[in-house]
């Protein structure tokens, strides 16, 4: 059983591989340098790296080519992913932006259906698809396949969303947005956004290069 | 000096702690149960908590309130946080509903400048900020002492922006939305926002449920 931190840490490497094979055009790299760029200990690094398969060679260090495709063959490719069908909640300001967010189709996120519950929205159609009302959302949910919802509601409303969503019985993981803890069966994988930790950690690390 | 995992987790254990401390009450709580709630090995909860100084006590586990407060010790609080002035470029889709995000105020995030470069929308006021033209950056930075800048313009102009920023001198850390490799230079610390990876990552551990 992988860790969360582990499959975390790999996507770090692959963003981080992928730049330097098709952007740099780099041949070989070593898990100091690799450490270094991604804010990792080098023995994590080469642990990491080892964990799915022996790819480096002491000393040399390791293929950009080699390590690049060995770690994308850990993650869902795109063509994985595309078998995930996905629906998103709330086509407010933060759902626009990724409806719009052109990184999704580049890896395989295939947002199939939109719900929102103002009736000045639904029936329209953003970035070709079709908003759905809320109170339509079981029989979407199962027409479509779906089985991941991105929460991108206001935070008072996202635990009636969220019953209404396992009420369907096909959902198996959610990325949340909302700034609430949601209450889900055990069964179901949940995700929680929130930038603010993404912020608070810059700052721990401003913090320590300044002051040491 | 501390990984940048190491941080991430602790931002993940205090946001689950202050769950339990304030909303369900606990007293006590175990390594075996924080892992579990949050995907870690109880072996690697164990080493992060006693990093910072030892606070459990072997087979009756960890004070909940104990642990929350020392855990929120390391991480910058409100107060630290509010000294750490913040710019955000780019008043779009995503930028709006940055700039409308509840937690931000609440963990003391202060957003004090905002710039686009679209002439519709400077000059305006957006939550109470007023929108300069990206083109006064060098000097509104320096006047309201901004070190953290926060990027959501469009990939293609991004760069050009975060150029004039690091031309100010005063840019220490960016967060960063657009979905390109940015060119900083080594003493500016840069974190990459990608909601797709988010989506690969759940993607990846449904899989791993489904077919182990
Ligand atoms: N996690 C983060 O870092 C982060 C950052 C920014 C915003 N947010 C959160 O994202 C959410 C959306 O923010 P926003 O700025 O886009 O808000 P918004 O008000 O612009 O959009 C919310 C949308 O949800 C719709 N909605 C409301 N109730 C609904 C329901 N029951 N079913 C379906 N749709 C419903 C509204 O009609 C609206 O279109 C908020 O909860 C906000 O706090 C999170
Ligand atoms: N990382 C992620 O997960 C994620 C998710 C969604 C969107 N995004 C990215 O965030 C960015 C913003 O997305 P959006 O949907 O809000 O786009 P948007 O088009 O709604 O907003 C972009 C804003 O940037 C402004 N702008 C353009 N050039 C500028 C410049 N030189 N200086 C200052 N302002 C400038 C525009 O006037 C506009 O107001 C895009 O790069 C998008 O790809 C990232």
Known sequence: QV?????ERIVRYCRYLERLYYVEKRDVISSAEIGE???LKPTQVRKDLSYFGE??????????????????????CPKDCRLFKIALFGV???????????????????????????????G????????YHIDEVETVLRAQNVSIAIICVPAAEAQ?????????????????FAPVDLTVPKDILVSNMDISAELEKLIYFIREKEYG
Do not use: C, W
């Open 3 to 7: 860790g969360v931190p582990t499959i």
């Open 37 to 39: 760029a991604l804010g």
């Open 55 to 76: 790819i480096g060679k002491r000393g040399v260090g390791y293929s950009v080519e080699e390590l690049y495709f060995h770690l994308m063959g850990i993650l869902p």
């Open 92 to 122: 407010g300001r933060l759902g626009k932006a990724l409806l719009d967010y052109e990184m999704f189709s580049k890896r395989g996120i295939d947002i199939v259906a939109v719900f929102d519950k103002n009736r000045q929205k639904v």
């Open 124 to 131: 329209k159609t953003i970035n070709g698809r079709y908003i």
């Open 160 to 176: 009636s969303v969220i019953d209404r969503i396992v009420g369907s019985g096909v959902i198996k993981g959610i990325l949340n």
